[in-house]
Structure formats: C-alpha cells, structure tokens
C-alpha cells in the first residue's frame, strides 16, 4: 500500500500563487496527478505527470496558470499554481497510479487532500 501525503495548501488572495507537493512512500507506476473538489461538486482533473516527465496533461482551466513536476526519484510530485482565482478553491488531492487516462479519476492511490482557499 503507497501512502501520499500532501502539503502547501492555504489560504491566498486572488492573483496570488501556492505551491502543493504530495510525497510518496514508494515508488508508483506509470503517473501522478492532482484533482480537486470544490463544495458540492464532483471531484475533478487538474493536472497529471507520467512516471518520466514526458507526458504532461492540464484541464483547461488551468492551462498557462498551473505547472505540475515530479523528482528524479518518482516519489514525489508538486503543483505550481500561480494567478489564482476564486473559482480554484477546493480541497486539493495528489494521485498516483492510473488504471485508465491520466485525466480519468480513477487512481490506485489517493492523498487526503489539502485545502486551497483563495479569496476574491
């Protein structure tokens, strides 16, 4: 069983950055990925990794503000996320180990998430 624990969420004012990160306990196959859920509504795809840092995905609500890396060691991910906007409030969730797409929720492993609050 692979344990991730997430860190770096917050509170920040729009226009603002954060940066998660989300640490394994071991190695994970294939990609991680960070989804978010907002209060009310489901679960969603924010960006994901492949094991090699060669396929990187975003939702487009994200593109061009969010940058998703991970470490030469595939334990570890983070989320740069940069002019943020209201609307990005959510718990955040790290994932790891895909069984479909890597913008498909389902994931092996999952964090316990981390709040991010940005204020408008």
């Known amino acids: 069983q692979v344990q991730l624990v997430e860190s770096g969420g917050g509170l920040v004012q729009a226009g603002g950055s954060l940066r998660l990160s989300c640490t394994a306990s071991?190695?994970?196959?294939?990609?991680m990925a960070w989804f978010r859920q907002a209060p009310g509504k489901e679960r969603e795809f924010v960006a994901a990794i492949s094991w090699s840092g060669a396929n990187i995905l975003y939702a487009d609500s994200v593109k061009g503000r969010f940058t998703i890396s991970n470490d030469n060691a595939k334990t570890s991910v983070s989320l740069q996320m940069n002019s943020l906007k209201f609307e990005d409030t959510a718990v955040y969730f790290c994932?790891?180990?895909?069984?479909?797409?890597?913008?498909?929720?389902?994931?092996?492993?999952w964090g316990q998430g981390t709040q991010v609050t940005v204020s408008s």
């Open positions: 994932a790891a180990y895909p069984r479909n797409n890597f913008d498909d929720i389902n994931y092996l492993y």
């Open positions: 071991a190695r994970t196959g294939r990609a």
